[in-house]
C-alpha cells in the first residue's frame, strides 16, 4: 500500500490558548480534524458527496494523543496525517503536529465508516479505499 501523507497549515490565534498563550489541548483535536479533512479533500474525496450519494459518514472511533510540547500564541505549525492502516470499515491515521521541525503532538486516530441514518457500521466502498491507498 502507497501511504499518501498530506500537510496542513495552521496559525495558532489567541481563540486558541489559554491564559497562559499556550494552546489549550482540545483545541489540537479540532486542528487534526480539520487535517484530515483536508486529506480527504487532497484525495478528491468530498464528505458532503459521500454522505448525500452513500450514506455514508466518517467518524472518530479512538484517539490516542501523545503531547510532548506546547505550541503558543501565534506559531505557524504543521499538521501531517498518514494512512496506517486500512480496512473494510476502519481506517487507521497517524496525525503528527509540528513547528519547524520540534515534534509537538502524535496522535494514532481510528476513524469508522458509519451509516449516515442508523450511525452502524457499513463496509467503506472499494472506490474509496482505493483513492486512500493511492491506487
Known amino acids: 500500500m502507497v501511504s499518501h501523507q498530506s500537510s496542513w497549515p495552521v496559525r495558532v490565534y489567541y481563540e486558541d490558548t489559554d491564559s497562559g ?5 482540545s483545541n489540537y483535536l479540532n486542528f487534526m480534524e480539520r487535517a484530515r479533512t483536508e486529506w480527504l479533500r487532497s484525495l478528491k474525496i468530498n464528505q458532503q458527496i459521500l454522505k448525500e450519494e452513500e450514506n455514508l459518514l466518517f467518524v472518530v472511533h479512538q484517539i490516542n494523543i ?3 510540547k506546547p505550541a503558543v500564541f501565534n506559531d ?13 470499515v476502519r481506517v487507521q491515521l497517524e496525525q503528527q503536529i509540528k513547528r519547524n521541525k520540534d515534534l509537538l503532538i502524535t496522535a494514532s486516530v481510528e476513524v469508522v465508516g458509519v451509516n449516515a441514518r442508523t450511525l ?14 493511492c491506487k
Open 66 to 68: 501523545k503531547f510532548m
Open 76 to 88: 505557524l505549525i504543521e499538521v501531517e496525517t498518514r494512512l496506517k492502516q486500512l480496512t473494510s
Open 21 to 25: 498563550g499556550v494552546v489549550y489541548h
Open 120 to 133: 452502524k457500521p457499513v463496509r467503506i466502498p472499494e472506490q474509496i479505499k482505493s483513492l486512500m491507498e
